[in-house]
């Protein structure tokens, strides 16, 4: 099973890792899909904790949040590592310090293999993205390999013509004509 734009996402409940939690037990929660009806999900996967691609890529969307929130866009990040060793690389890498959104724990990989992004051999995951829509919904996905980090901008882009519900020529950005 894997998911597939135009169909209901996978749903999961998930133990997650939130920094913006005040106390440290209140960090590590249980996250759901279900918990987002009625917004748009960016989901995002990347391999592991503590490696040299992946914490780009979390800092870039950090970056970013608040051009996904002004579209109704919540973000979350997962890969197969515990909500323990999300903590711990956050703790210890000054970049991931000021961190802003869940951290999915996918240590049974049933997250990572309902989406399809599950690299079996190693138990970790490709870098796959999906955003999805309010009503659960996928609406558009890509899969990275291990060694390339995903464009932002190239995220948000897509967000903007899915939200306009027209017709959105190649290449087209958010203030340009969409087609008739």
């Known amino acids: ?3 597939t734009v135009g169909q209901p ?3 999961f409940k998930v133990q997650a890792y939130d920094r913006t939690k005040d106390g440290s037990d209140d960090q590590f929660q249980d996250v759901s899909l279900a918990d987002y009806k009625g917004k748009w999900v960016c989901l995002f996967f990347y391999p592991l904790d503590f490696t040299f691609v992946c914490p780009t890529e979390i ?3 950090n970056n970013a949040l608040d051009d996904f929130e002004d579209r109704d866009c919540v973000v979350l990040t997962a890969s197969t590592d515990s909500v ?3 903590k711990g690389w956050c703790d210890s890498n000054s970049d991931l310090a000021n961190l802003k959104y869940p951290m999915l724990a996918d240590t049974t990989h049933e997250l990572s293999r309902a989406f399809g992004v599950l690299k079996e051999d190693m138990g970790v995951a490709y870098r796959g993205i999906y955003l999805i829509d309010p ?3 996928v609406r558009w996905s890509a899969v990275h390999d291990l060694s390339v980090g995903r464009n932002v ?3 948000l882009r897509v967000l903007d013509a899915l939200q306009t519900d027209k017709l959105c020529p190649c290449n087209w950005k958010q203030g ?4 008739n």
């Open 1 to 3: 099973m894997s998911a």
């Open 9 to 11: 996402a996978p749903d």
């Open 59 to 61: 800092v870039a969307f």
């Open 84 to 86: 323990y060793s999300h």
């Open 135 to 137: 009503n659960g919904v």
């Open 153 to 155: 901008d190239e995220v």
């Open 176 to 179: 340009e004509e969409t087609l």
